[in-house]
């Protein structure tokens, strides 16, 4: 099917419902602007209503602006070869991305459900982990050195709040574990005040101080 219009403002093909008052279905603009359910097609392609696209083929938009692996089900943002779900990827500038709410009465708000752990991995170039922060599937809060099986740095309780510093069971609200060879607790007073002080729970009495001094 050739369409030839030698016309500068005539459209070249337009199809519509048979009784005229659905719309235009289907428009190609002189300019070669295509619109589906749109008679103002703005771009080149144009479409106003629910879109659907399916198949097995990979599929991209200005390169690796936007592509889908529909082999493996992820998209990729800036790369063609997605390794997760969505993988977004930049050669040459940082990479980011922007969560933004304009209203006064909402919150811009990141949630990772799952009903294992959930994770979140700081890796270098070679995407060798270097730090890992997790809530586990029991509701504890914990930082690792490196991966998941690397050394626990820190952990919160869920149940208790007891905060352990190189270890996973804390028996108190501030339990540190030290291996003998580093310091468990260093304090420096660079001022005038005590440098450690222990109060009850009115905060009334002080039945342990440490001053300036180490006295």
Known sequence: LEVINITTAGDLLMLSSRAGNDGDRFIVKNSGNVG???????????????LSVSGSTNSSIDGSTLAIDATNNRVGIGTTVPTRKLHIYDVSGSVGIQLESDEASTDAVLFLDSTRDQIVQFRDSSQTAR????SDDGGDFQ????????????????????VGINTTSPQAV?????????????????GTGNSFVVMDAAGDTTPFVIDNAGS
């Open 131 to 134: 730090w890992s922060i997790n």
């Open 174 to 190: 501030l339990n540190v574990i030290s291996d003998g060879s580093n310091v468990g607790a260093n304090v420096t007073n660079i």
């Open 36 to 50: 589906i359910g749109t008679a103002s097609p703005l771009s080149t392609l144009a479409v106003s209503g629910n």
């Open 143 to 162: 930082i690792f050195d490196g991966s998941l099986s690397g050394t626990n740095v820190l952990t919160i309780k869920d149940t208790s709040g007891f």
